[in-house]
């Protein structure tokens, strides 16, 4: 009887053996870790475009250098409604004027007429990057004491590569918020339709900058350049700090 006992119950640990050998679970294998390099390379490239790092002497090398083409057939209807909001660019189709979005952006406490859904600006501060002085933005009839400027004008990038473009490229250029500042509306004025080689700021402190803008909107819209403003552009570039 002893003997069928011992039997049993080392038949019954061996069981016991087996099935915990085959129920104990296997560690789980570590977490999947998602791969992110892409969403922070986008990230990377947007604050670049944003704050206008200094760009590199190689992308200026990177645009195409030749005469300015005839301005004719230039009018500025050929660029679509002034400051329209159907556009494919930053900005485009969120319910606000492009101008009204770049004054958001560029002005310091700017002030928002209620019941326009966040888009009208009433009033702010403008530290003007061509003069260096600090403008007061009062919505009336002092309105066009800060104006919206194209850093490449409409008219030099007509002469320059846009006479080819459709329409929806031309509308998405003249409101895109890349080739686009808050300024000094009478150096806007001033400036006119220059490029580097006619016009730059007074603010030497800015022309870095301004450079930099012109080399990245040229090459991001694939514009030309003359030779005079490649040269006075690298002039630029070289001075950057």
Same mark, same amino acid.
């Given at each position: 009887?002893?003997?069928?006992? @011992?039997?049993? !119950? ?5 069981? %016991?053996?087996?099935?915990? =050998?085959? $129920?104990?679970?296997?560690? &789980? ?62 900005? @485009?189709?969120? !319910? ?5 979005? %770049?004054?958001?952006?560029? =002005?310091? $406490?700017?002030?928002?007429? &209620? ?79 220059? $490029? ?46």
């Amino acid at each position: 009887m002893k003997r069928v006992v @011992g039997v049993l !119950g080392v038949g019954i640990v061996a069981v %016991i053996g087996a099935a915990l =050998l085959i $129920d104990v679970p296997s560690s &789980p294998a570590p977490p999947q870790v998602p791969e992110v390099t892409e969403v922070i390379t986008t990230t990377v490239v947007e604050t670049t475009v944003t704050e206008t790092t200094v760009a590199e002497p190689s992308l200026l090398e990177q645009l195409e250098v030749k005469g300015r083409a005839s301005k004719s057939g230039y009018d500025r209807a050929k660029f679509g409604q002034a400051w329209s909001d159907d556009v494919r660019v930053d900005g @485009g189709r969120n !319910g606000c004027d492009t101008r009204n979005d %770049i004054l958001r952006r560029d =002005l310091t $406490d700017p002030v928002i007429r &209620p019941g326009t859904h966040g888009c009208l600006v009433e009033s702010g501060t403008l530290h003007d990057p061509y003069s260096g002085e600090s403008l007061d933005f009062v919505r009336g009839e002092r309105s066009a004491e800060v104006q919206i400027d194209h850093v490449v004008a409409l008219a030099d990038a007509w002469q320059k590569g846009a006479q080819a473009w459709d329409d929806d490229t031309r509308r998405d250029f003249a409101n895109d918020p890349l080739n686009l500042l808050a300024v000094d509306g009478s150096l806007n004025q001033q400036k006119g339709a220059g $490029d580097a080689a006619t016009w730059l700021p007074p603010n030497k402190a800015f022309r870095c900058h301004y450079a930099t803008r012109i080399v990245e909107v040229k090459a991001t819209y694939g514009l030309w350049v003359t030779q005079a403003e490649h040269d006075a552009l690298a002039r630029e570039l070289m001075r950057c700090p």
